[in-house]
């Protein structure tokens, strides 16, 4: 498997260190973040390769709610980074058991996930982002969860992220302020 860094500009290089010549051809290689990638990095990458906007419904709204926004110093000091994990859930007991894969982005504080959708976007947009473990549990036990080391492709990063923020996301005036 080929594997892509994203840069903190939006760029997409090539294991020599070069921009991808063909994006699309990109989604299925191996993700790694380069040092300090933010929200706002990956928002300049979809920027910069439009043909990723069809990925997901939820991304050309993002776009337009992220332009509203302040041009730096969106970050808030009730989370250290945002982390994308993978989950892998056994369900399906009583009746036919069955595997659901899927990408999310939380927020962490001290080592705890903390829901984004109790964040504003412009406190989250220059907020760190980094990828985390493959997270697997059997039949909805929340406490035995085992943990894995796990590569992340382009296409899970940008839709675990976009779906992150198009359905889960609440607008402004739902928001809870302490």
Known sequence: MNTVSLARNGVILSEPGTEVATPLAALAGR???????TLRSFIEMVRRYPEFQAISVFIPPLLDECGQC????????????????????MIGFPGEPRFNILCTLSGRFNG?????RLFQLDSLLDMPVKLGLLKHSVFGDSVNIMEFETDYT?????????????FQRIPEHCSIRG
């Open 112 to 116: 705890v996930e903390q829901e984004l």
């Open 154 to 166: 382009l296409f899970e990063f940008i839709e675990g992220v976009a779906w992150e923020f198009g």
């Open 31 to 37: 993700v790694r973040l380069e040092d300090g990638y």
């Open 70 to 89: 302040p041009g730096s110093g969106c970050v808030t000091e009730m989370l250290t980074h945002m982390e994308l994990v993978k989950r892998v859930e």
